[in-house]
Nanobody, 126 residues
Framework: QVQLVESGGGEVQAGDSLRLSCTAS??????????MGWFRQALGKERDFVAT????????TYADSVKGRFTISRDNAKNTVYLQMNNLKPEDTAVYYC?????????????????WGQGTQVTVSS
């Protein structure tokens, strides 16, 4: 069992930056063995994939909508994964969720994520 706690959300203006953090804990969860992901859910919409990072941190994947603006990274010594968001746009407004997969795949598919944080709100005004 893993517990995920996100932080770093807030209200910003278009073009601004934010960095989200997610710290994982759990007696049997070995953070450094698992890829991690970020997802987001806008009001009235389904939850969408944003980015994933492999256990080592060497492999990352991004949704087309955030490529070139968002960067996912991790610090295995701190059991923490980050999402650096630059040049934010109003359409990035959503609740952002950190997630851990149920598999040890280096690039898990969105449906393989089954542990979620409580989410952190990001609001971007124009």
């Amino acid at each position: 069992q893993v517990q995920l706690v996100e932080s770093g959300g807030g209200e910003v203006q278009a073009g601004d930056s934010l960095r989200l953090s997610c710290t994982a804990s759990g007696r049997t969860f070995r953070f450094r063995m698992y890829a991690m992901g970020w997802f987001r859910q806008a009001l009235g919409k389904e939850r969408d994939f944003v980015a994933t990072i492999s256990a080592s941190g060497y492999t990352t994947t991004y949704a087309d909508s955030v490529k070139g603006r968002f960067t996912i990274s991790r610090d295995n010594a701190k059991n923490t994964v980050y999402l650096q968001m630059n040049n934010l746009k109003p359409e990035d407004t959503a609740v952002y969720y950190c997630a851990a997969p149920r598999t040890l795949s280096s690039t898990p598919r969105p449906y393989e994520f089954d542990s979620w944080g409580q989410g952190t709100q990001v609001t971007v005004s124009s």
